[in-house]
């Protein structure tokens, strides 16, 4: 039986590696040598491949003691392999488990043959999609073989070893990236036809962490263009004659600006010396091609042969300007984003106005509510906005303007400050003078952005995007000293963190009394002789109806609460801001309440005996009132384990029992005194480490930091 040998180049993807290499000792077809190159990680890469090689005999090694780049360390697993085929497998990368079987089954006399690359976003189970047995599919490239090879790539691609050795094909080791093209563009030109199959599938994983972990592709554009462009003229030197390897180098150059060098020098300024190097590659472009293309293009590679770089610019921005005209007449949206740029950002800062948000507009609450009440209150000299979606009765003389409406642009270009408790849009700028108040909203339980490892369902630019956002705050509220060093890692946050506590809950100290009490009851509607159960779980990454839009299925047995603690309790539902659905409790009316699209849960708080929550941040808070909290937990291992990793130990540090079904509830609020009584040191301990710095001045400390 004939050997694959896999070449595996690694560096620093330790996250990504045991799946890599499963996905290859789980193949169907096992007569293989698996080399783990390591180009000097600073991770944990080389204990993992230790571990694996102990087990293994088809496992081999190589450390390098310095760095070597892809293109080096894939040419030493070519001598170093004994196989009689050449496989490339990238270390964060994975196969599915009939992939290098459909390969040798058919590559027959062929000297390499192709499969299938397909981007996956997230890991693991997610993405185990199995192959399908059917390898019947193939098709032989022979004239249009180079399309084979526009994405740049020999990953999944099957060789010979002795094609190879033969014609001496290697990786290009003088660049970083686009190593793989002069390896490709040999192989193609030497072979008349080439195999594909559909069948074969190799998983390129999305990396979603270019700020701490950024792959190759994920590195800076000039290095990108310098390599090309290096790796181009050097392939046009050497193969000047063979008209279908210029044609094939011509369209990757020709797509390459297109699609992402024009965007690059566009937004960027001191590029003079990138472009004098694409200037003297473009010169070497087909003429038919650049004849052939739309006539913006045309001229802007027209400007960029001369290599005029200021005639260029004035190019280039002409034409953006038509895009953005164009762009602006596709709907309002888009309209109003254009004057914000070129309009509203370049009117003056007013220096007196504060925009406040909570919650994407959703409501009147949370942090900014309380700073922007402190200031009403003491009659401070500013102006007020609020950002809502739907008009709020709210005090003060604040004007309101809608998410995303004309004004809403208008405003955060114009005002010096922002107080907001989440990521304000990635479409604004922050602008010289801007101050942003960022007050969060809650003490972290589950992990956060850069702590994730991988972003479950999330969009792979979640990273980025958050990183760019947080870079514009200059101030986050920070409600305990657990807190303050988990935002610094997870949102890498360096600039001045602001330790009083949390100003929304300021209230559950200075409203902490009967008549207040009993008055907020009263404005509610809700009776004022019973007790009242607050239920108030998060949201859930894995159940939603498309982007932003979660569903909750409650599964609270309500008929059975209403049996048991009808007489003495009522019920209140509140639902995360995220969940889309309505929750139906018309049977349950007198007894249940739905509170979901009350404004500010501090209020619900203050009128609640006992909370009931899962993984919400809202525990924290309401343990500032001492009063009972337990943990309707039925779906623990699914949320900790697959969907989001925690900061605490839930079974032992959170201050109340983790409870599994409607009965273990019921029972617990029955006897809810001796639920107080077992869980008294851990809660005391609790409110030492979380609550400590809460004492209803936040707001007030916050607005003299902010507002000097
Ligand atoms: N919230 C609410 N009602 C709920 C759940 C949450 O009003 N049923 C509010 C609370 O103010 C809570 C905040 O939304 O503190 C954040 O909700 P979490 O459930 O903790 O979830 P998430 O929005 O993912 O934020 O650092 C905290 C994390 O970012 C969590």
Not at 154 to 173: G, H, P, Y
Not at 249 to 278: G, H, M, P
Not at 536 to 551: L, N, Q, V
Not at 577 to 585: C, K, T
Request: net charge positive.
């Amino acid at each position: 039986m004939k050997s694959i040998s896999i070449i595996m180049p690694i560096y620093n993807t330790e996250e990504f590696l045991v799946h890599s290499i499963q996905s290859v000792l789980q193949q169907t077809y096992q007569n293989f040598e698996l080399l783990l190159l390591n180009d000097n990680s600073e991770d944990n890469s080389k204990e993992i491949i230790e571990n694996y090689m102990k087990n293994d005999h088809r496992i081999k090694a190589h450390h390098f003691t310095d760095r070597h780049g892809v293109g080096a360390v894939r040419n030493f697993g070519i001598n170093m392999a004994t196989g009689d085929y050449i496989y490339f497998l990238d270390s964060d990368d994975y196969l599915a488990p009939s992939t290098l079987q459909i390969l040798i089954e058919n590559i027959h006399n062929f000297d390499l043959i192709s499969g299938r690359l397909m981007r996956a976003n997230v890991s693991l189970e997610h993405a185990a999609i199995s192959n399908d047995q059917d390898n019947q599919d193939i098709k032989i490239y022979t004239n249009r073989k180079y399309r084979l090879i526009r994405n740049n790539s020999v990953l999944n691609r099957l060789f010979t070893k002795r094609f190879l050795a033969d014609n001496n094909i290697r990786f290009s080791e003088d660049v970083e990236n686009y190593s793989d093209l002069s390896f490709l563009v040999h192989a193609f030109s030497i072979v008349q036809e080439v195999p594909y199959t559909k069948e074969s599938i190799y998983f390129k994983r999305r990396r979603n962490d270019p700020i701490s972990n950024p792959s190759l592709l994920q590195t800076g554009m000039p290095g990108r263009i310098n390599d090309f462009t290096h790796v181009y003229m050097h392939l046009k030197d050497n193969y000047s004659s063979d008209e279908k390897v210029n044609l094939f180098l011509d369209r990757q150059l020709f797509n390459f600006y297109r699609r992402q060098i024009v965007a690059y020098f566009r937004n960027n300024q001191n590029v003079d010396e990138v472009f004098s190097v694409l200037s003297d590659a473009m010169v070497r472009l087909n003429s038919n091609l650049v004849q052939k293309s739309p006539s913006r293009t045309k001229k802007e590679i027209k400007a960029i042969q001369t290599g005029n770089l200021i005639h260029y610019k004035k190019v280039n921005l002409k034409h953006q300007r038509l895009r953005n005209l164009k762009t602006a007449l596709k709907g309002r949206r888009r309209l109003y984003i254009q004057l914000y740029r070129s309009l509203f950002m370049k009117m003056p800062l007013k220096k007196k106005t504060v925009v406040f948000e909570s919650f994407l507009g959703k409501s009147y609450s949370d942090s900014p509510k309380y700073i922007y009440e402190y200031m009403i209150e003491n009659k401070m000299d500013y102006n007020y906005v609020w950002i809502f979606n739907e008009k709020k009765n709210i005090p003060g003389n604040a004007s309101q303007v809608k998410r995303f409406s004309l004004k809403y642009f208008y405003y955060l270009a114009r005002a010096k400050y922002w107080v907001s408790n989440s990521r304000l849009p990635i479409t604004l700028n922050k602008r010289e003078g801007n101050v942003y108040l960022q007050t969060w909203h809650g003490t972290p339980l589950k992990q956060l952005v850069f702590d994730m490892v991988d972003v479950y369902s999330a969009d792979p630019k979640y990273k980025s995007n958050f990183y760019r956002q947080s870079r514009r705050w200059d101030y986050l509220s920070s409600p305990n000293a657990y807190s303050s060093a988990i935002f610094r890692s997870a949102f890498k946050y360096d600039k001045e963190m602001l330790e009083f506590g949390y100003p929304r809950n300021d209230i559950l100290y200075t409203k902490n009394n009967p008549d207040n009490i009993n008055e907020l009851k009263v404005s509610m509607r809700i009776p004022t002789d019973k007790k009242v159960v607050l239920y108030a779980p998060t949201w859930r990454d894995d159940e939603f109806y498309s982007a932003g839009k979660y569903k909750f299925t409650l599964q609270l047995e309500l008929d059975k609460l209403q049996a048991e603690l009808g007489d003495d309790y009522i019920v209140l539902l509140r639902m995360h801001y995220f969940i889309a659905n309505q929750l139906d409790i018309s049977e349950y009316s007198g007894f249940v309440y739905d509170f979901s699209s009350y404004d500010d849960i501090a209020e619900l708080y203050l009128v609640s005996d006992v909370l009931i929550t899962d993984y919400s941040s809202v525990f924290f808070d309401f343990a500032n009132l001492k009063r009972p909290i337990l943990f309707y937990t039925y779906d623990l291992e699914n949320y900790r384990d697959k969907l989001r990793g925690f900061y605490l130990d839930i079974e032992t540090e959170v201050p109340g029992p983790l409870l599994r079904n409607t009965e273990e509830v019921i029972h617990a609020i029955s006897d809810i005194q001796n639920v107080q009584k077992d869980y008294a040191t851990r809660y005391d301990a609790f409110y030492e480490r979380f609550c400590k710095w809460d004492d209803g001045k936040a707001s007030e400390n916050t607005v003299k930091a902010v507002f000097k």
